[in-house]
């Protein structure tokens, strides 16, 4: 969840392994952090935790391929969506789209997973 309460939808409780949120560290770097998530050992060294952001800023962030070994070639054209967005397409593409040939009886839908926000403190 960002500063101003929306929910985003994206893996990561921090911005750097997996957007362009380097390219603001002139104008963020007050704001980076050390995070620790205690479910799964995970450490973000000098990175920039989501709730630390407000929409709006998240949006300025491009989406790319966090793992060198994969494909990068659509790294940049993309933005964090919101799950608003995320449900607004899916009903988008369930009401206007018809499946005829693969699982033309199957609705498609969402799996949300909530991440836990005791993980968050701004007092590291």
Known sequence: M????????????CL??????ALYDDMWRSRQKDVF???SGHLFLNDYPV???????CRMVKRRQR???RQNTMDG??????????????Y???????????????VPGLYIEIKEPDWYTSNY
């Open 16 to 21: 750097k392994d997996s957007t362009n949120a």
């Open 92 to 106: 988008f593409l369930n009401t206007n789209y018809t499946r005829d040939r693969i699982a033309a009886t199957t």
């Open 67 to 69: 793992y060198d070994y």
């Open 51 to 57: 709730p630390e952001f407000t929409y709006e800023e």
């Open 77 to 90: 054209y993309f933005m964090i969506p919101s799950l608003q967005e995320v449900v607004d397409h899916m």
């Open 37 to 39: 998530i205690p479910g």
């Open 2 to 13: 960002t500063s101003d309460g929306v929910l985003l939808a994206t893996h990561d409780e």
